[in-house]
């Protein structure tokens, strides 16, 4: 683990296996935490904070070593993109191509947003009941616990991570068991980068233990979490014992909605990269196509030709667009949904089998399935399977399509394909869902915020909105009243003593 600047144990002695999704194999072993660890980790976050060496740092400090963390990243992408595809099985053509440069420009930009943001806000002057100078105050909230998913691991990390901090918070994260050695790295280059040792400590181990002690513990000011609606709502009731601020990303189900006149050119691929990319494995995959019962045959023709064509394959092969999925039991509960749309009726037309990759036995690969014949209501349509699954669903009318991509207890993205950007927007209004993508999709900028409806969560990351979450609001007022006869308190509490007199 990464505690104070440095590596440490865990209390028990107790290690855990990071397993390489491209073969089943086992490739690091990592301390295993448990309630003692975050005790340590939480003491020194929150004497961290106290001390302000970091929450008093002046804003311009703190911005410019968010700046030299971003070129510590660059400067070790290649290790950094290395182990994330280890623990993931993400491509290393995403990783190196995409990730990197995505949080190092969410650094670059959060610097930036530090310098105008409203820091303190002036009232104006109270007439009443005597003139008085208002200020509100934005501060740091003080402790702040992130757990991350698998997925993206040092995606995710840094969203929690970059405005946290920016604000001048003291930081305990917890990654997922499958994928915590890039989160374990970035923290290390985070105290070279020059950020005070004590800062950004992380934790490692099970959620049981590690995410449980963290979201109960009193001394925790604030949890993000991201990863399922099911264990959302456990943080929640938990985080109420001692009434933490919360801000949860979670499931989604999300509707892409491709209307007659969409170019098929763009629309087709864009369908793919939506639901396949990570094969699959993101909160806010384009799962459930919604595809005009004119044109529904020759789309879906077109869908399955051009998923059969991806080309699946060793992670660290930078041609491959499609790897593995994290782990066996992720396998497995894919395929299980894969059974369970098939008992529900609908149609197998694509993928829907484990595959084996040369050179990657014993790995976790399914290639990209589509259903077709789906029902909005069968579980394929409404349950989040976090795989490389489709379900295409026949609409007769517009009205239709936005009612049916309504009904779900999701709400974290959506899209629509068409050649009418009016239209486009106008059903965009009607989306109940935190992003809305037209003609395109996962499409996230570092200065716009992102989080979901419904059950997909509150509160929001990246961006301006980011830095909300991470500070709480104080205000203060300073009378400019003099003159005792004037004080509101001898009005309305006490007797004047001049009057007295």
Known sequence: MFMDGKWQAAESGEWFDIIYPGNGQTVARVASGHKEDVDKAVAIARRTFESGIWSKQSIEIRAALLLSFAQQ???????????????????????????????????????????????????????????????????PIGVCAAITPWN????????????????????????????????????ELAVRAGIPAGVLNVVTGAGSQVGEALVTHPDVDKIAFTGSTTVGRNIMRQAAGTIKRVTL???????????????????????????????????????????????????????????????????????TRMGPLVSKQQMETVLNYIEIGQQEGARLVCGGKPVQIPGCEGGYFIPPTIFADVDNQMRIAQEEIFGPVLSVIRYKDVDEAVQKANESIYGLAAGVWTQNINEAYRIAR??????????????????????????????????????????????????????????????????????KA
């Open 249 to 319: 990303e979670l499931g989604g189900k999300s509707p892409s909605i491709l209307l007659p006149d969409a170019d098929l050119r763009l629309a087709i691929p864009g369908s793919l990269f939506g639901v396949f990319l990570h094969s699959g494995q993101i909160c806010e995959s384009g799962t459930r196509l919604f595809v005009h019962e004119s044109q529904y045959d020759q789309v879906l023709a077109k869908l399955a030709e051009q998923a059969q064509a991806i080309r699946m394959g060793d992670p660290f092969d930078m041609e």
């Open 73 to 139: 990243i660059m400067q070790n992408a290649d290790e950094l993109a290395y182990l994330e595809v280890l623990s993931s099985g993400g491509t290393l053509r995403r990783v190196r191509n995409m990730d990197i440069l995505q949080i190092a420009d969410l650094l670059l930009q959060t610097a930036e947003f530090m310098k105008s943001y409203p820091y303190v806000e002036y009232l104006p002057i109270q007439p009443y009941p005597g003139p008085a100078n208002g200020q509100v105050w934005r501060e």
């Open 430 to 499: 009607q989306l109940r869902a935190g992003t809305v993508w037209i003609n395109d999709w996962h499409m996230l900028r570092s200065d716009a915020p992102f989080g979901g409806f419904k059950q997909s969560g509150f509160g929001r990351e990246l961006g301006k909105y980011a830095l909300d979450e991470y500070s709480q609001l104080k205000h203060v007022h300073a009378s400019l009243v003099t003159e005792e006869k004037r004080r509101v308190a001898w009005d309305l509490l006490l007797e004047s003593p001049i009057e």
């Open 152 to 187: 993206f691991p040092m995606i995710l990390a840094m969203w929690k991570i970059v405005p946290a901090l920016a604000m001048g918070n003291s930081m305990v994260i917890k990654p997922a068991s499958h994928t915590p050695l890039s989160t374990l790295k970035l923290a």
